[in-house]
């Protein structure tokens, strides 16, 4: 069911990216919407339920995108790596840090995209409009992350919520069947 | 003997180091796993319901709310020139082609070509790659790396297939390559993709007269585009003394923004220059 609802949740996150923001302005360059839901997994789920996830969204998005095969896995992985092991020493409640890690996963993306253009493509120039893309999406991630990991906390707790009514509900049914 | 810090130390170093080399290695080409078709084939049909949702309502809203008559008659005129603009650029073709037939009687024009209409249903969902997910796939005849054009021009070519969808390389990302002509001087080069949506054309010999405003076409060399097919224009040259090729950034026909359909050809002619030699 949990796991339901996070590929429900990727999809929906896939799909708005791929077939509405870019044909919106401002929107077009936006950062990858699922930095965020990783960002979540690391924070707020265990490594078990966050490892499937993430392997699942890179798959998906390397095979959606022109991107060389493994680009997206690898974001992803670092990204849920590096989050588990900075939750070790720091606990990312305020919003101000919550903006500044979504950031940070942004620029990490960015960083090993722009590594595999220059370092192991077949064009080493980096791109004029790099500069300007990676500050454009830093910014965007520092004012809509937060509003994603909320919303991401929101759904979960009240998906939470409905499953242990639906346990309740079941075992009250069974209870009461066995009088 | 060691350290558990240490063990976690070498053990992120090695990671790294695979990490690289296995990217390494997917990054020289488009591998043709297996499994890719699968992650198309499961997200492909929610991109094309809410593409055609979404042209649905804006269609409804474009032509029967916000000025009926003159949303049609735009329509109409923009199919029109879109026709002008390919007839006109086949006859300059043509025209060329005749000239060069004269003194080499053996070189083959481009006939028509079979094409197949395929609707774009959801772009790159990454800014630093430029790629299209059309609705057409294996069941309709395409293959990978047949060329995708629309009536301006050269659009990119197939580089991944399901049954029913296709992944399609736009010649604006940076991993294109088209072999291609400047229509007036014949002067060629090697049109690649930039992260804008403009081209730069590469390994154009200084010697050679290329100027702003001149058409770059297909030269068909590649294997891949019909030769003559539009690419862009010339929207600024530089010489620079000490290089021994020109800097040259092409603007391409196509609005790879606003691109809702394009055609795929099937049956792409292929030059047979080794037969010929």
């Not at chain 1, 940070?104 to 080493?124: E, H, K």
């Amino acid at each position: 069911m949990i796991y339901c609802f996070y590929i429900g949740a990727c999809l929906c996150l896939v799909i708005l990216q791929t077939t509405i923001l870019p044909y919106l302005p401002l929107l077009d360059r936006i950062y990858d919407l699922l930095i965020p839901f990783i960002i979540y997994l690391g924070l707020f789920r265990s490594i078990r339920e966050g490892l499937f996830l993430v392997l699942f969204l890179g798959f998906i998005m390397d095979n959606l995108s022109g991107s060389p095969f493994g680009l997206y896995l690898t974001s992803y992985c670092w990204l849920f790596v590096g989050i588990k092991w900075t939750t070790t020493f720091v606990q990312v409640r305020s919003r101000l840090l919550q903006s500044l890690v979504v950031a940070a996963g942004v620029l990490l993306q960015n960083l090993i995209f722009i590594g595999a253009f220059t370092i192991l493509g077949s064009n080493p120039k980096l791109p004029a409009e790099a500069g300007s893309t990676v500050v454009i999406q830093t910014l965007w991630a520092v004012g809509t992350g937060p509003v994603f990991l909320v919303f991401f906390r929101y759904i979960q707790r009240r998906l939470d919520k409905l499953m242990n009514e639906v346990v309740a509900g079941r075992t009250n049914l069974s209870l009461s069947s066995r009088r | 003997m060691f350290s558990k810090k240490m063990v976690l130390i070498v053990g992120v170093i090695v990671l790294i180091t695979v990490n690289i080399i296995v990217l390494s290695a997917t990054t020289k080409s488009y591998p043709a796993f297996g499994l890719g078709h699968l992650a198309l084939s499961f997200v492909a049909p929610f991109q094309e319901f809410v593409t055609r949702s979404i042209r649905f309502i804006r269609g409804i809203w474009e032509n029967y709310f916000f000025l009926v008559s003159v949303s049609q008659e735009n329509l109409h005129l923009k199919k029109s020139l879109n026709h002008a603009i390919q007839k006109n650029n086949q006859m300059q073709e043509t025209e060329l082609a005749n000239i060069r037939l004269r003194s080499l009687l053996n070189f083959q024009k481009a006939i028509t070509n079979r094409v197949i209409a395929a609707e774009v249903i959801g772009k790159d969902p990454s800014a630093w790659f430029k790629t299209i997910i059309i609705d057409k796939g294996k069941a309709d005849g395409l293959k990978r790396w047949l060329p995708v054009v629309v009536a301006q021009g050269i659009t990119g070519q197939v580089i991944e297939i399901s049954n029913h969808y296709s992944k399609v390389i736009l010649i604006i990302d940076r991993n294109s390559a088209v072999d291609a002509l400047v229509q007036r001087s014949r002067a060629r080069g090697i049109i690649k993709g930039t992260l804008a949506d403009q081209c730069r054309f590469e390994f154009v010999l200084q010697k050679h007269d290329v100027r702003i405003g001149d058409i770059v076409v297909a030269s068909g060399f590649d294997g891949v585009y019909p030769k003559g097919l539009r690419i862009g224009w010339v929207s600024d040259v530089i010489k620079r003394d000490a290089e021994i090729f020109q800097e040259i950034t092409v603007t391409p026909y196509v609005d790879f923004e606003k691109l809702e359909e394009v055609l795929i050809v099937l049956n792409p002619q292929r030059h047979e220059f080794a037969s010929q030699q």
